[in-house]
């Protein structure tokens, strides 16, 4: 996407369709953080164009471009705590909620010793909605889901559940 202001100052930004939500009608709902978008608070306040152009050849039918105000919370969903056998396969599937926010999820398996933080860092051991995981060792185990604004601008959820591995 290419902003243009009214004074001919351009800035550019590139979205991914990957994280693009599903609204009503079968249309693709995609939000992108006005802070996002590199240079544009030292710009004019007016903007005159916004171009908008694809990898692939393709045609975008575009139902509405609005900007908004959104302060909503990132908040999550998660499975109940677990037992489970040794070697068990295991989907965990997150679910979360942050308006028009686009959200990336990220897991920590408590495998034993790993910590869920490692100097000040999330320890990230899959990525996505729905990750499988099968625990080779019984034990008790924290799984901790992280979902946090792509942008970085809306402050991070954690949610944690127990997985109990019998032999």
């Given at each position: 996407m290419v902003l243009v202001m009214d004074d001919g100052k351009m800035t550019e930004c590139t979205m991914s369709l990957e994280n693009a939500g599903?609204?009503?009608d079968n249309w693709e709902?995609?939000?992108i953080p006005l802070k996002a978008i590199p240079g544009l608070s030292t710009m004019s306040d007016h903007i005159k164009e916004i171009q908008i152009f694809g990898d692939t050849?393709?045609?975008f039918y575009i139902g509405e471009i609005r900007i908004i105000h959104d302060d909503t919370p990132i908040t999550i969903d998660l499975q109940s705590d677990q037992t489970i056998a040794?070697?068990?396969i295991v989907t965990f599937r997150g679910s979360a909620e942050?308006?028009?926010t686009l959200l990336r999820y990220e897991w920590n398996f408590g495998t034993n010793p790993g910590p869920v933080e490692k100097n000040g860092e999330f320890?990230?051991?899959a990525e996505g909605k729905t990750v499988q995981k099968q625990?080779?060792?019984s034990g008790d185990y924290v799984v901790?889901?992280?979902v946090s604004d792509v942008y970085g601008i809306k402050p991070p959820a954690y949610e944690k559940i127990n997985i109990h591995v019998t032999l």
């Open positions: 599903s609204s009503h709902e995609l939000a050849s393709a045609t040794v070697n068990d942050a308006g028009p320890m990230v051991d625990f080779t060792k901790t889901l992280k």
